[in-house]
């Protein structure tokens, strides 16, 4: 079965850290970009980051640039989100996408809560 799955996703106080994880099941990871979305109540979903699926290159959201690190593990079909100095703002379900040629899958989504 292809799918995504989320972990990682919590309650921490602003200026804290979490990592996200993203399980590639049932096809072949290195093939493709590898995304994290976010999408916050009343709001669009929106991109966060992503990564290529050869040469590594990142890209980020203006929002996030400096704080926020996607990484890749072809060898555990992991996709990671290292986020830190998080902020209230940065509040939303997290989703992972998989994307290449005509294939797209997203994971379920993990929620993210930044309070006090």
């Known amino acids: 079965q292809v799918q995504l799955i989320e972990f990682g996703g919590g309650l921490v106080q602003p200026g804290g850290s979490l990592t996200l994880s993203c399980a590639a099941l049932?096809?072949?990871?290195?093939?493709?970009?590898q995304s994290w979305y976010r999408q916050a109540p009343g709001k669009e979903r929106e991109l966060v980051a992503s990564i290529s699926k050869a040469d590594g290159t990142t890209n980020y959201a203006d929002s996030v640039k400096g704080r926020f690190t996607i990484s890749r593990d072809n060898s555990k079909n992991t996709v990671y989100l290292q986020m830190n100095s998080l902020k209230p703002e940065d509040t939303a379900v997290y989703y992972c996408q998989a994307v290449g040629g005509a294939f797209s899958r997203w994971g379920p989504g993990t929620q993210v809560t930044v309070s006090v």
């Open positions: 049932g096809f072949t990871f290195s093939d493709y970009i």
